[in-house]
């Protein structure tokens, strides 16, 4: 019987964490598909782009309320049920993989920040507080979302295995910065290159201007067409 609670827990996690709330509250406030502009990424910091700073408020609560509600429903009444911390550790998981691959959604979910910050503050809140803390830090020294989620990233597993203890939280939470490093490895890429946009910046749309190389064909072909007697 607790098996069955515990596969129920997990799927419920699941489809909660597969509401992606960039998109569903993007809707509700008229504004365009945060997957058609900017990073292309169902998460706040896209929705930021759009201009509309309520709107990527609402997603990032709403996104965290959703790792961090199902965590804390098991905590709070799973031992009842026979559920423990190895429950507690595959709920959060299930609820942070629901984002990045949302059933509802086609599969095509965001990268987790948001998320994982909830079930992080619901494992356990002083670790879900030192690791914001560090994205706090990073993000208001370089200004760059991505570089702040990496660098917390990284620092959660030490934070749970060095100042509380290994187990199954721990083993989640390296799943789970796994999985946020590898969802930002076009991020990294960028970061290097120098082209990473920084917090608050807008983006235009996708295609909304031409290439590179046909500003160049044009501006040749325009000279070219000056240079004729």
Same mark, same amino acid.
């Given at each position: ?106 599969? @095509? ?50 934070? @749970? ?27 990294? @890429? ?40």
């Amino acid at each position: 019987m607790e098996t069955l609670y515990t596969v129920a827990a997990v799927i419920a996690a699941y489809l909660i964490g597969s509401l992606s709330f960039a998109v569903i509250v993007s809707r509700a406030m008229g504004l365009n598909d945060p997957r058609s502009y900017g990073s292309g990424n169902p998460g706040a910091t896209n929705v930021l782009r759009s201009g509309n700073k309520t709107a990527a408020i609402l997603t990032l609560l709403l996104d965290a309320l959703k790792g961090y509600v199902p965590v804390l429903l098991v905590v709070l009444f799973g031992a009842r049920f026979g559920l423990r911390e190895g429950t507690v550790a595959l709920v959060g998981l299930a609820a942070f993989v629901g984002h990045l691959w949302p059933v509802f959604f086609r599969f @095509q979910g965001g990268k987790g920040v948001a998320t994982a910050a909830g079930v992080l503050l619901a494992f356990n809140p002083w670790l879900g507080a030192a690791t914001l803390l560090t994205w706090i830090i990073i993000a208001g020294f370089f200004r760059y979302s991505s570089l702040a989620a990496l660098v917390a990233a990284v620092f959660a597993p030490f934070y @749970q295995m060095l100042i509380w203890d290994g187990g199954p939280l721990a083993g989640a939470i390296v799943v789970m910065s796994l999985l946020l490093v590898w969802r930002h490895l076009p991020n990294i @890429q960028k970061l290097i290159a120098g082209k990473e946009s920084k917090l608050g910046s807008k983006k235009a749309p996708a295609m909304a201007h031409p290439p590179e190389h046909a500003h160049k064909h044009s501006s040749h072909k325009h000279s070219d067409h000056g240079a004729k007697p």
